[in-house]
């Protein structure tokens, strides 16, 4: 009785007072967009970034733009960073961070020509195979291209 009467209470409130509690009481995320780019020889495309600390080595990717889809959004970044057009995209897995609240939407992904650097972010694009990644690529993502990139034995290309 009373979960009804606070439902119909909340129905009758005006929609920017719901929407503002909805903001107030709900964690915001930012939402990227990573590609796992797998060339015939089934090795993977990683970026040495100016801006991220360590060794700036890590698979490619950005934000999500506001009324972007997320394939969409990774295809716009590879062109952006290094040139490259994608084909093949599929979903491999999301994840989320806690510290920034992120969730990151990763892509498996088929190069459709070369990977130079066209932005200021990006120092160098570089292909490696899954036994010879770069000292200093971040644990979670070593992790993340072993786990998508092999079945234990044999390479998936």
């Given at each position: 009785?009373?979960?009804?009467l606070?439902?119909?209470?909340?129905?009758?409130?005006?929609?920017?007072?719901?929407?503002?509690?909805?903001?107030?009481?709900?964690?915001?995320?930012?939402?990227?967009?990573?590609?796992i780019?797998?060339?015939?020889?089934?090795r993977?495309?990683?970026?040495k970034?100016?801006f991220?600390?360590?060794?700036?080595?890590g698979?490619?990717?950005?934000?999500?733009?506001?009324?972007e889809q997320?394939?969409?959004?990774?295809?716009?970044?590879?062109?952006e960073?290094?040139?490259l057009?994608?084909?093949?995209?599929e979903?491999?897995?999301?994840r989320?961070f806690?510290?920034?609240?992120q969730?990151?939407?990763v892509?498996?992904?088929r190069?459709a020509?070369?990977?130079?650097?066209?932005?200021i972010e990006?120092?160098?694009?570089?292909?490696?195979?899954?036994d010879?990644?770069?000292?200093?690529l971040p644990?979670?993502?070593r992790?993340l291209?072993?786990?998508?990139?092999?079945d234990?034995?044999?390479?998936?290309?």
């Amino acid at each position: 009785m009373l979960k009804d009467l606070i439902g119909g209470i909340w129905r009758h409130v005006p929609r920017s007072l719901r929407r503002l509690t909805m903001r107030v009481t709900h964690a915001r995320f930012t939402v990227t967009a990573a590609a796992i780019v797998v060339d015939t020889q089934g090795r993977v495309l990683l970026l040495k970034h100016r801006f991220r600390p360590g060794t700036g080595w890590g698979i490619p990717g950005g934000f999500i733009d506001a009324g972007e889809q997320p394939d969409e959004a990774v295809k716009r970044e590879l062109r952006e960073e290094v040139g490259l057009e994608l084909a093949g995209v599929e979903v491999v897995t999301t994840r989320t961070f806690e510290k920034p609240r992120q969730i990151e939407i990763v892509f498996r992904c088929r190069p459709a020509g070369d990977a130079s650097p066209q932005s200021i972010e990006i120092r160098k694009a570089s292909w490696f195979a899954i036994d010879s990644l770069p000292e200093g690529l971040p644990a979670d993502q070593r992790q993340l291209l072993t786990d998508t990139l092999t079945d234990g034995v044999k390479l998936v290309v």
